[in-house]
């Protein structure tokens, strides 16, 4: 699991979990790669994109859950108890009137990832990452409406309401404060440029308090919301990720450092007064305080619940190990409803602080990393480990028929035939029979060298993105014996690959689009390649064109009529991350 993280691509806008036996020098570093990739280009000089919405002639009909969970919140619509829960680019609604027993009412799809909740009255406002404010009429739970947006110059990863405005701590951006007192036409009125990541906010009385990860603690003075001023702060031990405010004291979810607490009842002069720290490896991500306790959601310590009804002595008081990284969490009465990432959302009954107790989950399924369309069934990589097999040949009703487990994280798939061919990270190669969708079996393998992430299978070769170790082609004419008969190291780490007659096009992050021969499958050369200006994620060849997800660089169109001298020819700059392509027509 270690090696996994360790290597592991920062996931979505690129804050993976940094591996838990890291050090404060690691982190540093990480934070140090995410801020460069964030600030080329900055974003103010990037062209709008038209929004989803606005695409009249593309519509959603149907998809199938869902993604890794961040954020949770809950509240009362029309006196009954839900739980809002972000799940990928989804927003889900559950009635938790009985909270061992939550039922799913609706949701709705956002453009980016749902990344922070703040409810008031019958609207529920989403922090939702590239595509920064989202405002959704809740109060009928079953069909939940987005009515208002905003979007942030930033990445919204925090989000509060008071008082007609909402405040989004937007990553690189700071705070952004949102007048939406009319949803429908949210509009910026302020911001601050704060030091540091802005990650969390919360917001009281007359000041907004900021988690601003390396930044620490940051006090901002929003009693005139079109001039926030910063008029104190504090330099925590850790990376301020989360932030809750109670009373006279701010309580800071401060990553490796744990929970720090601060005596805010002089704005300007923040002071800290006590820490817990569990003694485990993990990152406290986010807390909330109800009552003496403040819960903590620690990371892959699970959550920590601890006794604060002494600030200068934080003490723990139990606490339960969720099965997956717990991201998030929101409490009510006597059950604590935490957002687990890859596990869903664990409902965990707190009423004996001393024995916390789950009492049901919700599961939202894990992280689909590729997919491939084949007769009527989508097949589908999870990066838990899975090969997820789904029947599309209703779009708007899909619905799960079988999986199997790759026994590594899946990360690609392509289907020839009868078998599926997934990249399964460390696992190398996985050959599936998928002749019966409903009873997927492994009837052959291939232990590549380096982390297979994308496969492509021509003829009688399997090719494989293999990261670090560059090119693999593999011979799976047997395809319960795979037999591997060339590679080429290319520079760089191996992301995707596509192979169109005597050349495999491969995707290779920040070594851009790479052209191999592959005539001879045995003695594999590269013979062109092309800088994507921005990271090669995946790639697509369609008669004499090559489009590249180029992450930051959005979309590239690159002429390969000679595969020696790839030339660009067009770019589309998406709003977010591109990671994924392809064409069908005239269309990508």
Not at 38 to 56: M, W
Not at 146 to 154: I, L
Not at 228 to 235: K, R
Request: proline fraction near 6%; avoid cysteine; hydrophobic fraction near 40%.
């Amino acid at each position: 699991m270690e090696k996994r993280r360790d290597k592991a691509a920062i996931a979505g806008i690129g804050w993976t979990r940094f591996s838990k036996a890291s050090g404060v020098s690691v982190l540093h570093l990480a934070v140090l790669l995410l801020i460069g990739a964030l600030l080329l280009p900055a974003a103010s000089s990037l062209p709008r994109p038209l929004r989803p919405q606005e695409a009249e002639n593309v519509g959603l009909v149907g998809h199938w859950p869902y993604g890794p969970t961040w954020a949770v919140t809950v509240g009362e619509i029309g006196g009954v108890p839900h739980a809002f829960l972000g799940s990928g680019p989804t927003l889900l609604v559950l009635d938790i009137s009985n909270p061992e027993r939550p039922v799913k009412m609706g949701e709705v799809v956002t453009p980016s990832m749902v990344r922070g909740l703040s409810l008031q009255g019958g609207l529920l406002y989403i922090a939702d990452g590239y595509s920064g404010l989202r405002v959704v009429d809740v109060s009928d739970p079953a069909n939940p409406t987005e009515v208002g947006y905003y979007d942030t110059p930033g990445y919204a990863l925090g989000a509060f309401v008071s008082g007609g405005y909402a405040y989004i701590a937007d990553g690189n951006r700071g705070l952004r404060v949102i007048d939406v007192s009319d949803p429908v036409q949210a509009h910026e009125v302020g911001y601050y440029d704060t030091l540091g990541w802005a990650r969390g906010v919360f917001v009281s009385r007359s000041y907004a308090y900021i988690a601003d990860h390396w930044g620490g603690l940051r006090v901002i003075d929003v009693s005139d919301p079109a001039n926030p001023t910063e008029v104190g702060y504090y330099d925590t031990l850790g990376h301020a990720w989360g932030v809750f405010v109670s009373g006279s004291y701010a309580y800071i979810a401060d990553g490796g450092a744990g929970l720090r607490v601060v005596d805010v009842s002089d704005p300007a002069n923040p002071t800290q007064v006590g820490s817990y720290h569990t003694g485990t490896p993990g990152l406290a991500q986010a807390v909330f305080v109800s009552g003496d306790y403040a819960y903590i959601a620690h990371d892959t310590a699970g959550l920590r619940v601890v006794d604060v009804s002494d600030p200068a002595n934080p003490t723990e008081a139990g606490f339960y190990d969720v099965p997956g990284w717990a991201y998030g969490v929101s409490v009510s009465g006597d059950y604590a409803y935490i957002a687990d990432y890859r596990a869903g959302l664990r409902v965990v009954d707190v009423s004996d602080p001393a024995n916390p107790t789950e009492v049901v989950f919700h599961d939202t399924h894990g992280l689909a990393w590729g997919v491939f369309i084949s007769v009527g069934f989508a097949y589908i990589a999870d990066i838990r480990g899975e090969l997820r097999v789904v029947d599309v040949s209703d779009p708007a009703n899909p619905t799960e028929v079988g999986y199997y487990d790759t026994h590594s994280e899946a990360r690609g798939v392509f289907v020839s035939g009868r078998y599926a061919y997934v990249a399964a990270g460390e696992g190398g190669l996985r050959v599936v029979d998928v002749s019966d969708p409903a009873n997927p079996a492994e009837v052959g393998y291939y232990d590549t060298p380096g982390l297979a992430r994308g496969v492509f299978v021509s003829g009688s070769y399997a090719y494989i993105a293999d990261g670090g170790a560059g090119l693999r082609v593999v011979d799976v004419s047997d395809p319960a014996n795979p037999i591997a008969v060339g590679y080429y190291d290319t520079p760089g780490s191996a992301q995707a690959v596509f192979v169109s007659g005597d050349d495999a096009y491969i995707a290779h992050d920040i070594a851009g689009l790479r052209v191999v021969d592959v005539s001879d499958p045995a003695n594999p050369t590269e013979v062109g390649y092309y800088d994507a200006h921005g990271e090669a994620r995946e790639v697509f060849v369609s008669g004499r064109y090559a489009y590249v997800a180029a992450g930051e660089g959005g979309l590239r169109v690159a002429d390969i009529s000679d595969p020696a001298n790839p030339t660009e020819v067009g770019y589309y700059d998406a709003p977010g991350l591109a990671r994924g392509v392809f064409v069908s027509g005239s269309y990508a």
